[in-house]
């Protein structure tokens, strides 16, 4: 095609920018153009995300053009500066505060790249409980602390320590891959696991070996949120491949999906992979992970699901933390046995947050009746983060197998008293001073709604025995921390 004016050059085509990702994989941008006269027109997609170009200018070599697409219900957008020279077109990103690395990007034959056919979702039908995850499940996950750096090697020193800590006694069985394990699939269409993994098999046997279970991750996208290999199309082949690996738990991630399939398509897509795991015939525990939307506390058990998601990603600060957690109330009838929230993993000993915080992260996920899976680096792990991670008497509320997930009961600016009711008549009663200062609080049984005036306290994170006076307790709490008690 001869450009009518404008570019001396004639963009239309199907560009290509490979980066290799450092483990035999390679991250792929595809950049669909069109060019007429001055405008450039066409898509964009990189692993998740796929825009569409709304917006250009300049010319003739040297270009920007603007792309976005929706996102459940929010938009996204990117832009680029682009200039070609020689055939090759080179992009750098236009971020809010520095621009990205120069991407360059070489002429691939049309259709390479383009978005998979959409299979529809399946008509809903209830998936038969797995009957899993009869109290939150307990592990750990590589995320939090080693993101896209997870590797066999880590994961058993992870296996290695939580086997010796204690941990593992304590009830942190689960050690779960997460992103950036995936490699390619075979002319079968079967996963494989990157350079980083070199025997899935192999690692599962020996996480087994230590008396732990092993968990991995996937999307119901064609991409992964780290832009790897998902399991759109191979839900089935890959419930079969994970279960001969002999893997005990799945976190399925919406990130790539979102191109296919809007939010109200959600629950069909999540019971298709429900469906795979128990037809796999191994028993797995599935975690829904799409971030809350769509009300998934309400359809997530009759998908299969163990565990969903309520918000988006914790951070490694008080501020991430306290939204997160404090803001769960409103979802604790919906947490039964089999079936729990999960406000995130743990970030306990990953260093942005104290002590102190860290005693009320783990108190506050224990009220929720919270997944805890730890998210730090536990073959190396001060005394003092250890001795959080493993208070049992903490444990033991998260793990109550009456499965109650806690109310908050009163709130007074910013302290708040949440009370959790426990298999055997016992309550869990957490006073919560968010604010900076050390601050006394009151609870009055009543108010909290005990009806009768409990005799005998025990102070979880002090580990003494209490003998309660009267209608109120008094304690003094330090700023951003808890006081725990188990009342009886
Ligand atoms: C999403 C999830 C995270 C983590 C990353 C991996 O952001 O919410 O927990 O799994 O993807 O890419």
């Known amino acids: ?30 950049f669909n153009l069109t060019q007429k006269d001055s405008s450039i027109s066409g898509t964009v997609r990189i692993t998740q995300f796929f825009y569409t170009i709304s917006e250009s200018s300049g010319g003739p070599t040297n270009f920007t053009f603007t792309a976005s697409m929706m996102d459940g219900s929010s938009p996204r957008r990117v832009r680029y500066e682009a200039s070609l020279a020689a055939d090759e077109l080179h992009l750098t990103e236009l971020r809010p505060d520095r621009p990205g ?45 080693f993101s896209r750096r997870v590797d066999d090697s880590i994961v058993r020193g992870v296996a290695d320590a939580i086997a010796q800590n204690g941990m593992r006694e304590a009830g942190y069985i689960y050690i779960n891959i997460d992103d950036t394990w995936e ?10 696991s990157n350079q980083k993994f070199p025997n899935m098999k192999a690692l599962a046997d020996y996480v087994h070996s230590k008396g ?10 064609p991409n992964t949120c780290a832009g790897y290999e ?45 469906d795979a795991l128990l037809q796999s015939g191994r028993p797995i525990v599935y975690s829904l992970c ?12 009759d998908v299969g699901g163990n565990l969903w998601r309520t918000t988006g990603d914790i951070r490694d600060r008080w501020d991430s933390m306290s939204h997160i957690g404090f803001d769960q109330d409103r979802l604790a009838k919906f947490a039964s046995t089999g079936h729990w929230n999960d406000p995130d993993m743990l970030e306990i000993g990953n260093g942005g947050m104290s002590e102190t915080e860290y005693r009320a992260h783990m108190s506050l996920w224990s009220m929720l009746a919270a997944p805890l899976i730890a998210g730090n680096d536990v073959r190396d792990m001060p005394a003092s983060i250890a001795s959080i991670l493993l208070n049992r008497e903490v444990i033991a509320i998260d793990q109550d197998r009456a499965g ?46 005990m009806k009768k005036t409990p005799q005998r306290a025990r102070d979880l994170w002090t580990f003494r025995d209490i003998k309660l006076h009267g209608h109120a307790y008094v304690a003094e709490v330090p700023g951003h921390g808890v006081v725990l008690l188990r009342v009886q």
């Open 1 to 30: 095609m001869i450009p009518t004016t404008g570019f001396a050059a004639d963009l239309t085509g199907n560009w290509l920018a490979a980066t290799p990702n450092g483990d035999g994989t390679t991250r792929r941008a595809y």
């Open 101 to 145: 690395p120069e991407m360059v990007a070489h002429r691939v034959p049309n259709g390479e790249g383009a978005m998979p056919a959409r299979i529809p979702p399946p008509a809903l039908h209830k998936v038969r409980d797995n009957g899993l995850a009869k109290t939150p499940p307990m592990g750990w996950n590589s995320w939090n602390k």
């Open 183 to 192: 490699g390619e699939r075979d002319a079968e269409g079967n996963i494989r």
């Open 212 to 221: 732990l279970r092993i968990g991995i991750y996937s999307s119901p996208g």
């Open 230 to 274: 998902g399991s759109y199309g191979h839900e089935e082949q890959d419930a079969r491949a994970f279960a001969a690996w002999g893997i005990d738990y799945l976190k399925y991630d919406w990130c790539g999906a979102r191109n296919l399939y809007n939010d109200a398509e959600m629950q069909g897509v999540y019971q298709k992979m429900g």
């Open 290 to 301: 799409q971030y809350g939307r769509s009300d998934v506390w309400r359809w997530g058990p």
């Open 404 to 449: 109650k997930q806690a109310n908050r009961v009163l709130q007074s600016g910013e302290q708040e008293v949440w009370t959790r009711e426990l298999a055997g008549g016992d309550f869990a009663v957490a006073l919560f001073n968010r604010a900076d200062e050390p601050t006394p609080m009151k609870v009055e049984w009543a108010k909290a709604g």
